[in-house]
């Protein structure tokens, strides 16, 4: 191609036109994943993966601040090992990849290529737990699984995704319990202090339980399109597992004890949340605690003298307090406007032979489009305030969405009534307590379970679907 | 078990006496891995990954100062995308684990769970490279790959192992090559400075070369019983692959070229190879920059008054400028003296009552077991020095072994002799280009051939094997 054909940044379909296009578009326009010919798994691009780099990074730091170390299991599991707790093959089996052959030869049990990895761990820490002075132990691995699901979506439902799972073992109950709920927070807390995203905390319903856990509690977000995304789980199992793969310790009295157990993880999904979280029709919006690049200088008239040299000045200046880079191709700074505003990148800073000569830049913030001059000797104060003010904005924006669209509700014609006038969004409902009426109400309004919140509220005495005395409130919704 | 009972730290089989049992001892009782009930498929132990994640820290900083972006292919390969590169499938397929199911159906392709992952990388390339401006794409990826084994052991070879595979795509052969050495010399030189590892750089000979490439450069490392080690290589491959699958672009003479390629890699073998080169009988030997503890506090009568305060003080001082960690816990000192020594924690600092009363601590360096006074109010400038001198003395060691366990032959006869006086070791021979000589020297002595070092020297003028005139000195050498 010649060099003055460049490539021109093409629009995406827009969000009310067609959502799951809007968010197609931008997964593979923003450069975030190419797709392959292994249905259902995808490339994650350098300007995806780093997305992800930037999370891991941050959960990481998180769970060694509270004292989690990380390690690395197999990623086979032997049949025989998968089918040691009853409840856990059950869930898993069916969405399985396994390996039956390795190299010409027909393996005598057939390996599944990990879904997740409580029984390895099971394995292991049976080999490992002796005393009570070998708990708690408190892991984590940052890894691949597999899942053979049936339809794909990038980030969102892959047959293999990243992910870390965390799993730890404990002498009591009660530190088990804690420690599922302390790894809850620090995913709320995650998502809204770096992701810029308000969830909801709570609790899933036994019948939305993770296979094998006593409990599952889950954070749940609600997309610009008012469906429900689960972000992130943490789960105790109880003495469950142990007892299914004889893990037992002696306590300071000698006395052989089952411990109790957690897992937790947080995957890739988190980039399809931040997406349909924060993104517009112009593209991607990135909270600049993950954004790959927080600033994007670009030049503008760079022909003329020295202002490519002022503007890489000022991009050495910016790198010293956040990550920023400058283009300096000689594609329009039409086209780099596009083109950053489709990547999300947090905040853009133009600089031309006029802002030099009055010792000025142009910045503006991507997710209101705003712009404001700056002098050149302000900028280092600046730009921290402005991704400041992008977060503080994008997360604004995503409570006032979840907000609007939660509506609570007090029988199932008034559920229906809510979403055809108002649009997909939470629904806050009172419930029984029992999986029938559960699977009622979703085949009635079409809005599944979602959790029980930790923080109830009373919307009636009385379950939305049978009448009958109510024992919860729930969290309904339609969910990715 | 009861409180008094304490683990004592188990002594491990001597170097000497069976080096493979002090490799696997040391592996185990410095809780580096365990065993699995998956056949050649480890636990990596926090300590052991720890280590794993300072090399990855510091290669991972390299290549991105290189300009090397890191992205994330799928595990899988389709059997017929694996086979479109003819050298690569011979090589390959025989060790392939194969997923033949997915849940509970067959599925219509069997997908290898990735060996290696120039095939999907190609892949990708042509869907993202189109003109010159696309080029150079340099992209890097952390995961585990599988090869169907069928002997193995720890950290050397294993069926499923970590490790980074850059993957790089050029405009032309000359920036690929330079590219292929750059990556070399960026291992050889993390070898050296972070792993205190003298290398030798070389080309492997043709009949040694990954599966599909033109050149494989390689870096050997001399463990301590004389055996060589691969310790990372970088691949050329020309444009082989590219014409393969149909990879071209568009020149600025807007004429359709294949680019060139190359590919280059390190894994956890390099945790096997710190094992090997720098341990002793007391224990694993870390070198200071990757080792997870740099410095390892021990207060001394710990029961005494004030003894427990100082030595946290001193910790607390000790972390802002390494990794440091106090052991606090009623073993006796002289458990955690060799429990560290076994975990090769570089540096101990003892700390007790008599040293609190003369403002002073033990520093004793782990390599050298020697111990030195050092004021208190010095600590913080002694102790970058004494991590220094730790790597220099390994370096120091593991070089002179190299040197003295390198031979000069000139006759298989010679080689034969020399190895049975002095023990394993590299033989530097002359070779006539031949793999039928190549082979033979093999069949007679033992030693294969490791590499055609950058730096060959000439030994004599005729090939060790048939007296014809000799093409290139190569190092010859038993090998992990």
């Known amino acids: 191609m010649a060099d003055k054909q460049k ?5 995406i379909t827009s969000m009310d036109e067609d959502f799951a296009k809007w968010y197609t578009d931008i997964c593979k326009k923003a450069e975030l994943i190419e797709y392959t010919s292994v249905k259902g798994c995808m490339v994650i691009r350098p300007y995806g993966y780093a997305i992800w780099e930037n999370i891991q990074r941050i959960l990481d730091s998180m769970f060694k601040e509270l004292g989690h170390e990380n390690v690395c299991m197999p990623m086979f599991i032997p049949e025989s090992l998968l089918q040691k707790e009853k409840d856990h093959v059950e869930g898993f089996a069916p969405e399985c990849a396994w390996v039956t052959m390795g190299g010409d030869e027909k393996l005598e049990e057939r390996l599944c290529v990990r879904p997740t990895s409580e029984t390895l761990f099971c394995e292991h820490f049976k080999n490992v737990v002796h005393s009570y002075r070998d708990l708690p132990k408190l892991y984590n691995q940052w890894v691949s699984v597999v899942r053979w699901e049936k339809t794909t979506r990038p980030f969102l439902r892959s047959r293999e995704f990243l992910w870390q799972e965390g799993h730890t073992l404990h002498a009591t109950a009660q530190e088990a319990v804690e420690e599922t709920e302390r790894m809850l927070n620090v995913y709320a807390d995650f998502c809204r202090d770096y992701l810029a995203m308000p969830v909801i905390k709570g609790q899933k319903t036994d019948s939305d339980k993770f296979a094998g856990a006593e409990r599952t509690y889950c954070i749940e977000a609600l997309m610009h399109d008012g469906k429900a995304l689960q972000a992130a789980t943490s789960h105790y199992f109880g003495d469950g597992f142990a007892r299914a793969f004889e893990i037992q310790f002696s306590d300071r009295e000698n006395k052989l004890c089952y411990p109790h157990q957690t897992s937790w993880g947080a995957t890739t999904r988190l980039i399809g949340a931040v997406i349909m979280t924060h993104g517009d029709d112009n593209g991607l919006v990135l909270p600049p605690a993950v954004a790959p690049v927080q600033v994007m200088v670009v030049p503008v008239a760079q022909h003329k003298a020295g202002v490519l040299d002022r503007a890489h000045e000022l991009t050495a200046e910016l790198k010293k307090i956040c990550r920023a880079k400058i283009d300096d ?25 006029k802002d030099i000569e009055m010792n000025q830049c142009v910045v503006v913030t991507r997710h209101n489009r705003e712009k404001c001059v700056v002098p050149l000797d302000k900028i280092s104060e600046i730009i921290p305030q402005k991704l400041s003010e992008v977060h503080a904005g994008i997360y604004q924006k995503a409570l006032e969405n979840m907000q609007r669209r939660t509506y609570c509700c007090k029988s199932t014609d008034e559920i229906i009534k809510v979403l055809n006038e108002n649009g997909d969004g939470f629904v806050k409902a009172m419930w029984c307590g029992s999986e029938e009426c559960e699977d009622k109400v979703k085949e009635i309004t079409g809005v599944g379970s979602r959790c029980i919140p930790f923080d109830e509220e009373e919307i009636s005495e009385k379950c939305v679907c049978c009448g009958k005395p109510a024992r919860h409130m729930l969290y309904w919704g339609k969910a990715y």
């Open 7 to 11: 490539k021109m940044v093409e629009s």
């Open 329 to 353: 191709s000689d594609n329009s700074p039409g086209w780099k406007f596009a083109e950053y505003e489709m990547k999300g990148v947090p905040v853009r800073v133009e600089i031309g032979p």
